[in-house]
């Protein structure tokens, strides 16, 4: 078992930025941020693997970044020039499973309770 724990969401107005947190009790290979809008499917916005390889949506590239702290035992998002559109719920998310970890919800298999973002326009 994993337990996941995000911290660091709120309100922002539009082009702000804010850093998300997670602390994790044994930090995985695939680690993610998800993010769910209310009416609206799971998201993948950005996944990191033991070597630091990073994916990222188009939506997200180049404003947000993944990164992960293993003596930490915790896994970053800095979120920069936030749009509107970045509301939502995000969620921290882990697999034990090696190899690629894409930013496909099935792929993880622990989840931690999300922290909320609201970005203002």
């Known amino acids: 078992q994993v337990q996941l724990v995000e911290t660091g969401g709120g309100s922002v107005q539009a082009g702000g930025s804010l850093r998300l947190s997670c602390a994790t009790s044994?930090?995985?290979?695939?680690m993610g941020w998800f993010r769910q809008a209310p009416g609206k499917e799971r998201e993948g916005v950005a996944t990191?693997?033991?070597?630091?390889?990073?994916s990222y949506p188009d939506s997200v590239k180049g404003r947000f970044t993944i990164s992960r702290d293993n003596a930490k035992n915790t896994l970053y998002l800095q979120m920069n020039s936030l749009k509107p559109e970045d509301t939502g719920m995000y969620f921290c998310?882990?697999?034990?499973?090696?190899?690629?970890?894409?930013?496909?919800?099935?792929?993880?298999?622990?989840w931690g309770r999300g922290t909320q973002v609201t970005v203002s326009s």
């Open positions: 044994r930090i995985t290979y695939c």
């Open positions: 998310a882990a697999t034990g499973a090696y190899g690629t970890c894409p930013l496909l919800r099935a792929t993880y298999n622990y």
């Open positions: 990191i693997d033991g070597v630091g390889r990073t």
